[in-house]
């Protein structure tokens, strides 16, 4: 009788420790897959364009098409931008074998240029801006390093060098010593040199943000207002001081934001939030909605579409989001540019509006049919807002036709395998992602595949990461850890 019990005990023990979880666990925790949040933000810019005159002439070719550009063409070393521009334009359109075929045409004849015209700095400031427009910064830098040794003190040259530290190279350190080259060669309340300490300063927040969250120092732009009350009745002085005014605000959310997001529920409206713990600004955000609405007929017309945008995210720190929706959608009937559909997108999302996003993001598609971030908020949408299982299916096919590695993608797919039990086409795309990446869905995966071991070890990792994730904490009851 004795033995018999201990081999009764044995055999449960070895039993436990191989344990399976039960099919009612794994259809418990599989209702915890969701699809992976997709993240649009506000951005608000400024150019000084058609406010000041240009550090050096503009070319017109940027808003002809491949077809007027290959008519300008002249067959000299003057045809280097006209080739880069056919190039850049291949490299939007990701047609990168003729964006390369061209780049191929252009530099030679830069170089050409540079030789024959050897003191004209435009050689070298064309191709930059070239180089810049199809992310070919290695050669941007060389290109740099050789107009600096040649033009040191060329106030585009200068402008270029600070530009490519603090954008390319996030190197605040050494823009900040090419701002104060610049700022010895212009006037105090030059705009371009006011723009370029703005661009500095927000650069810095967004930096310390990332390295230090919890103690973040936010910008001081009193510069803009000292240059606004020296000139009182110009648009361009007012315009970029209600715009510094916006990004103070964009600060202040960024800055709660990153210092309360684990108290954020994701229903939650943090505009209204945020509007509430922000009251002090209010005054000055109506001011800046007046002035913009005040002059955006008379503004030069390139700088419409910023005050269109610049009041979109006025009235989104406002808290009122169908203004806001509005005129973001008004600044991208003007300009078919990313960063205003996207804007849109948010603002909907954020008002549970998900018949007027499904919109936007269909208006975005056709633009771009390849954009993994609108065909993943699709997906969201007719998951979870607007169930539509048959445009679920649809979207979820277009976007594993797309050829691409990016962990959005694999993420969405994992998940929609992982929903459907097909545990070999999840595992493919989950080895795709990086090792800390997607790490909720790994665990899950393997609760379906009875890895315990693993299982748990991914467990342990999101509960080290936070305790009080909701999901997490369900996971963790459905499967006793």
Known sequence: MRIFLIVVVCLFQVSFAWGQFSQKQKEEVRKLLSYPSVNYSLNINFSTTDYVTPLYPSLDIYELSLEQLEQKLQNNYKDAPIYGRISTLYYQKKDLNQASKYFDKAIPLFREWQQKEPQNPLAYLYVTDYLW????????????????????????????????????????????NYLENFEKQVETNNLTLLAYKQNLAWWKFLLGARENPANITQSDFSFSE???????????????????????????????????????????????????????????????????????????????????????????????????????????????TKNFIEATILMSGIDKQWITAEKYLQQALSENPQELQHLAMLILIYDEKKPNPELLKKYVTQIEQIGSSDELRSKVLAVWNLKQNNLERAEFYLELLPENSGLFYKMIFSALKDDTTSAKKYFEKLWAEDKEDKDLLKAKQILNF
């Open 133 to 176: 427009s199809v992310g070919n910064f290695s050669l941007l830098q060389e290109i740099l390093q050789e107009a600096s040794q040649k033009f040191p003190n060329d106030k585009a040259i200068i402008a270029k060098n600070f530009e490519f530290s603090l954008f390319a190279k996030n190197d605040v350190k050494t823009a900040q």
């Open 226 to 336: 000292k240059a606004f009350k020296a000139n009182p009745n110009s648009i361009a002085y007012g315009h970029f001081y209600y715009y510094c005014v916006t990004a103070s605000s964009y600060e202040n959310m960024a800055k709660w934001v990153l210092q309360n997001s684990k108290k954020i529920n994701k229903n939650d409206n943090y505009l209204e939030i945020i509007r509430e713990k922000d009251k002090n600004r209010i005054k000055l955000l109506k001011e800046a909605e007046q002035f913009f609405l005040k002059n955006l007929d008379k503004a030069p017309k390139s700088q419409k579409t910023y005050m269109l945008n610049n009041l979109g995210v006025v009235y989104a720190f406002l808290a009122n989001s169908q203004k806001s929706t509005e005129y973001f959608e008004k600044a991208w009937q003007m300009e078919k």
